[in-house]
């Protein structure tokens, strides 16, 4: 391991949705350093020779995987991971296809969309994989980290559930999409039509007009955003 002076384990995520996670469950036992900055794509940015250093530096590296961040893969290639535990948190979790690949602002390594951590059983899952690769860097801690786990799951199950109950209270099943924002899961889009109004960048005000619109126009019981 390659703790700090002050015992905590090193780790580097690749954008703000992982260091979230790896904060809940690592707690006071780590120190986090997140790589894309706030409000820069994950899919585009690419990293610096300094953030290539601070990753070996690193005990884990987590990132989301599914074609969010193209880089990866060299990266990992190019850097001496031997004492480096990779976490690739989406694995394993099957993958829908993004509809609107070909529409959004931005651009991913894949046809299937990647923002499977808006599914809060999606996110439990992503959580339980950080806490399984702190537990194998750091063994001495895992109740603390088994703990953090379990407290943050039942969020996760909370929310899902409420989200079922509140939607199946709505007559008609037509909910707003703005890029990406409602929860990701089959079950949880079977019953329900989705628009999304606009997959390319606009002003906020012509934004705010455009998605009263659409809900007027198609009659959408629900507008859900990030």
């Given amino acids: 391991s390659k703790k700090k002076s002050n015992g905590k384990i090193r780790i580097t995520t690749s954008f703000y949705t992982m260091y979230d996670f790896a904060k ?6 780590v120190e986090v350093i997140n790589l894309v900055p706030a409000g820069t ?4 940015w690419e990293p610096s ?3 290539l250093i601070e990753m070996e530096k690193s005990d884990i590296f987590i990132y989301n995987g599914a074609g969010m961040e193209q880089w990866v893969d060299d990266v990992l290639e190019s850097l001496d991971t031997e004492e480096l535990t990779s976490v690739e948190a989406s694995k394993g ?15 991913h390594n894949s046809e299937n969309d990647p923002h499977v951590w808006l599914d809060p059983q999606n996110a439990k ?4 994989k950080i806490k399984k690769a702190l537990i194998k860097v ?8 088994e703990a953090n786990y379990k407290r943050y799951a039942k969020e996760c199950d909370k929310l899902d ?4 109950e509140e939607t199946s209270k709505l007559q008609r099943k037509n909910l707003l999409d703005m890029n990406a924002a409602v929860v990701r899961s089959k079950e949880n889009r079977k019953e329900q039509k989705f628009h999304e109004p606009t997959g390319k960048p606009v002003g ?10 659409t809900c007027k126009t198609d009659r959408i019981s629900l507008a859900l955003s990030e």
Avoid at 41 to 44: A, M, S, V, W
Avoid at 125 to 128: D, I, P, Q
């Fill in 138 to 145: 750091d063994a001495e801690n895992k109740d603390y980290y």
């Fill in 93 to 107: 979790i099957k993958l829908l296809k993004d509809q609107d690949a070909h529409e959004h602002d931005h651009e």
């Fill in 49 to 51: 020779t300094k953030d």
């Fill in 161 to 164: 559930t409420l989200y079922k």
């Fill in 125 to 128: 899952y992503e959580m339980n």
């Fill in 41 to 44: 794509e994950p899919h585009d």
């Fill in 24 to 29: 809940k469950i690592g707690g006071d036992k």
């Fill in 204 to 213: 906020l005000i012509f934004k705010i007009n455009l998605i009263g619109t």
